[in-house]
């Protein structure tokens, strides 16, 4: 009697809350649905995504059945129901979009029509995708990247191009935690990635009239402002960042203010709004139509023009796409009379996205967005902020102070919520982000954006050198900005690998806050609270081994690492140290007090609690004495190496050579506890093992003994360390 009068007691309180929550019920939807894509991406192989997608439906048939008049049987039922659909959604997707990828490195030559072309002045280089048709030897789709000077200039979208290109398949993720290329690539549909060689002959030209249009206009923008100051003005109008330096791009992101480089929301919205406001003020001017025609559903109907408009110009992608969507569903609510935005609009918006693009949810872009859009409309939801941010009778100097006070407290709460979400991504995130977005969003959105949009409308009188110099003044000040805050003390919070488990409490503790309304929502703070002490606990990798064997990194006496080449390029050094929790210059491991190498290997010697790990690894292509290899081997925990290692080669632990790591992919170790994290992890996603085409043979053409000098078994002596039992060889 006891126990059946607690499950009554337990279901009716269940049922006053949902009661009472019952307007915010509907924001679980595409949560859920996330849910079902999100376990489809965590969990390994077929096998558990049918076991999850048959429990899902059996838990919902469960609530079906169970359910009488109980609401909670039927938010069960719904949202058991929205998690299957999301991972058949996202299993049946990732089977369909697929195209078979480059079976291995080839230098092929490849004639194909142009589906896109990014200039990317910054760094000097024009990169070009490639659709490939009729042949079976290559992929259908590639992309390409070609030196600036290499690149005709009539090239553009629709033209036909013939090319020599060294092509690749697309690169998995080097180490655990670092960009998963292959990924992206399999849902973009490439096959393969790499470097065109000149001379590049267009067969048939392309429309260059209509669909180069976003780069005529990137191109005339660089011209009125040069430098990353136009580089940010193009990517303000069309989208196109090619133009922003490397070390430009690294300040804004340290600064937290890297969303303004990227179309979303805040410019959609800019552009929405400025043309409604622009074509309310030119009609009312006209007492006939202020008085005949509902102006404002005229204004609304022209900033919907002008949100697919700039959409299709800055290129379509999806967070700009899902930003003009969400645009296009405030608009709606306005002409129908409804509240402009609220989170039910957001859930409509990210539902839409979710069915279109599941593949989106693992992406940063669609974390980011939808979590900055989130806290503002929840946090301007509370009746609380309301009541200490709205609008009243009030001197200009209070009004001033609420204002500012409202953009700091939004800030700082948006600063937190994508604090979790760029540590999980980029493994650093800035810390005065929220100050620097105070002066920069109003900056970007009420100065700069208008300033360049009639710098470009008086273009066509000729008249707008003015307005062109008052912009690129603008951009210089941001610019200013981010190199401030990012280059000031504590700028910079770095975090390495965060665990899926912890990024995943934290992520479903804020969605508890943000979308309940009665106090039950700060039960959302434990999952919060835990997840934060599980990444902040969670010890940094010492050894971090790329998925080729060809770079090593390994944590020093001092507590930062070092690489194993010294002539690693920039690319290797950011994603080893972000990935490392390193914000400092990697060092080189030859100049280590703990290591001894030669310029073919290295020996280096780790202490972690009362133990001393001994690692050895190859640092080049010469061949060395097998017998001393194989003592160095015996006297070691691990070795690494690019090359398949002999079997004779038996260390104490890891063999990580070129046989293993094609099991593995990139290694992180914790000598501490002995944990071994790797990229493959036994998933069997389809980007993991894809279907493959080999690419064409291409005879050599040079003699043989010219080939044989290239390959580094150059007829050379060994280079061991020196001594007995420290060379290195196989």
Not at 418 to 432: A, E, R, T
Not at 463 to 468: I, N, Q
Not at 621 to 629: I, K, N, Q, S, T
Not at 636 to 647: G, M
Request: proline share 6%; aromatic share 6%; glycine share 10%.
């Amino acid at each position: 009697m006891g126990v059946r009068r607690l499950f009554r007691v337990v279901t009716e309180g269940l049922e006053q809350w949902l009661e009472a929550e019952r307007e915010q019920l509907i924001l679980w939807l595409p949560v859920m649905l996330g849910g079902g894509v999100a376990a489809w991406f965590v969990l390994p192989d077929a096998a558990r995504w049918i076991g999850f997608v048959a429990a899902a439906g059996a838990v919902a048939l469960a609530g079906i059945a169970a359910s009488r008049n109980d609401r909670a049987m039927r938010v069960i039922s719904v949202g058991a129901l929205a998690a299957a659909l999301g991972c058949a959604l996202i299993w049946w997707k990732a089977g369909n979009v697929g195209a078979p990828v480059l079976a291995r490195p080839a230098v092929v030559m490849l004639e194909g029509r142009v589906e896109r072309v990014e200039r990317l002045p910054a760094r000097d280089m024009v990169r070009v995708t490639i659709v490939i048709a009729g042949r079976a030897d290559l992929p259908p789709k590639v992309r390409v990247n070609l030196a600036q000077l290499d690149a005709p200039k009539d090239l553009a979208r629709g033209a036909v191009v013939r090319l020599r290109a060294r092509l690749m398949p697309p690169p998995p993720p080097s180490v655990p935690g670092a960009y998963n290329f292959a990924r992206v690539a399999w849902f973009s549909g490439l096959g393969a990635t790499g470097k065109g060689f000149a001379p590049v002959e267009i067969v048939k030209p392309g429309d260059a009239a209509g669909a180069d249009l976003r780069a005529r206009l990137s191109a005339h923008i660089q011209s009125r402002i040069a430098g990353s100051a136009g580089g940010i003005a193009s990517a303000l109008a069309t989208g196109d960042r090619g133009a922003i330096a490397d070390e430009d791009s690294e300040a804004m992101q340290r600064a937290g203010l890297a969303h303004l480089l990227s179309v979303s929301g805040l410019h959609v919205t800019a552009v929405t709004a400025g043309t409604m406001l622009l074509v309310l003020r030119l009609l009312s001017l006209s007492p006939i139509l202020a008085l005949r025609w509902r102006l404002p559903l005229i204004a609304a109907g022209a900033g919907a023009l002008a949100a697919i408009g700039y959409t299709l110009l800055t290129g379509a992608d999806v967070p700009t796409v899902r930003s003009c969507v969400a645009s296009l569903l405030v608009l709606l609510a306005l002409s129908v009379g409804r509240e402009a935005l609220t989170l039910r609009l957001v859930a409509a918006g990210a539902l839409i996205v979710l069915l279109l693009w599941p593949e989106s949810l693992a992406g940063p872009s669609f974390q980011l967005s939808f979590a900055a859009v989130t806290v503002i409309v929840a946090l301007h939801e509370s009746p609380r902020m309301r009541s200490w941010f709205s609008r009243r009778e009030e001197g200009w100097g209070p009004r001033l102070g609420r204002g500012l006070g409202s953009l700091l407290v939004t800030g700082i709460a948006v600063e937190l919520a994508l604090m979790p979400i760029g540590m999980y991504h980029f493994h650093k995130q800035g810390v005065y982000g929220a100050l620097a977005n105070i002066i920069a969003i109003p900056l970007t959105t009420f100065v700069t954006m208008p300033l360049e949009a009639l710098a470009l409308a008086l273009d066509v009188a000729g008249l707008g050198a003015p307005a062109w110099w008052l912009t690129a003044k603008s951009l210089e000040f941001l610019l200013w900005l981010a190199h401030a805050a990012s280059s000031a003390p504590g700028a910079v919070a770095s975090l390495p690998a965060m665990p899926d488990g912890a990024f995943a409490l934290m992520v479903m503790g804020g969605l508890w806050m943000a979308l309940w309304r009665t106090r039950a929502r700060w039960a959302g703070a434990a999952p919060l609270a835990i997840g934060a002490l599980w990444a902040l606990m969670t010890p940094a990798p010492d050894l971090l081994v790329t998925g080729d064997g060809r770079h090593l990194a390994i944590r020093t006496a001092s507590g930062g690492m070092a690489l194993l080449r010294d002539r690693a390029g920039d690319y290797t050094r950011s994603m080893l140290g972000e990935n490392s929790g390193a914000d400092d210059e990697l060092a080189a491991l030859s100049e280590e007090s703990g290591a001894r190498c030669s310029p073919d290997l290295c020996l280096i010697e780790h202490r972690s609690g009362a133990r001393r790990w001994r690692v050895t690894a190859t640092r080049s292509a010469y061949l060395v004495p097998w017998r001393e290899m194989m003592a160095l081997c015996s006297t070691s925990d691990i070795v690494v190496s690019e090359r398949r290692l002999p079997p004779g080669c038996a260390p104490r632990w890891l063999k990580l050579d070129r046989e293993g790591l094609v099991k593995t992919g990139g290694v992180a170790i914790t000598f501490a506890g002995g944990r071994v994290a790797t990229v493959r992890r036994g998933s069997s996603h389809p980007w993991i093992d894809p279907p493959t085409v080999q690419p064409p043979f291409v005879p050599a053409t040079e003699p043989l003994g010219e080939r044989r000098n290239e390959t580094g078994n150059r007829g050379g002596s060994a280079r061991g360390i020196g001594a007995a039992g420290r060379g290195a060889g196989h």
